[in-house]
């Protein structure tokens, strides 16, 4: 074991907060000047063209950061990755909100027959659907619509690229024709 390798994990486990100079030197009981030229020697090290990653200081904090050169990569892969984990129930909010929008929490849930709340929630948080104000209706539901990271991730253009829908004629039935 070194130093050098306790370093090395304490700044990945630190990710993009990184760490200060005190709280590595800290960790590894030694002094602020003999840390900080253990860090250079490593940031010098990680500086070769063959490393994906490089150690750099932002506010007073030490972390590893992806080189430029890999920045494309990583895109790719988070978004073949976001497309993979997004479940069928996802991929169902997300085409009613698709070809609806403005759409309301209830009109969805109307549709599929099960709550969204939650799937509502993390398909926010992945920033694919955005609140989209209010609906003038009772009670002013939230309307939702997709972002422009759902095109991006899509690869659409517009939502006039999404495959249309067969269009079905609705029929009003009376009271009296349901119960016949």
Do not use: W
Not at 9 to 29: H, K, M, P, R, T
Not at 61 to 90: G, W
Not at 96 to 112: C, D, G, L, N, S
């Amino acid at each position: 074991m070194t130093i050098e390798a306790v370093l090395e994990g304490i700044l990945f486990v630190f990710g993009d907060e990184g760490a200060s100079l005190a709280q590595l030197s800290d960790a590894v009981n030694l002094p602020s000047e003999t840390v900080k030229e253990i860090l250079d020697d490593m940031a010098n090290t990680y500086k070769d063209e063959k490393r994906g990653f490089e150690l750099s200081v932002f506010n007073n904090s030490y972390k590893f950061i992806s080189k430029p050169f890999v920045r494309e990569y990583i895109q790719r892969i988070l978004t073949l990755s976001k497309t993979r984990t997004l479940s069928q129930s996802a991929l169902e909010t997300l085409a009613i909100i698709a070809y609806k929008q403005p759409v309301t929490r209830i009109e969805i849930e109307e549709i599929r027959g099960v709550g969204c709340d939650m799937m509502l929630k993390k398909l926010m948080a992945q920033d694919l659907v955005r609140e989209a104000g209010r609906a003038e209706s009772a009670g002013r539901p939230i309307l939702y619509e997709i972002t422009n990271e759902f095109l991006d991730l899509f690869k659409l253009i517009s939502l006039d690229e999404l495959p249309h829908l067969p269009q079905y004629e609705e029929t009003q039935m009376s009271e009296q024709q349901l119960f016949e």
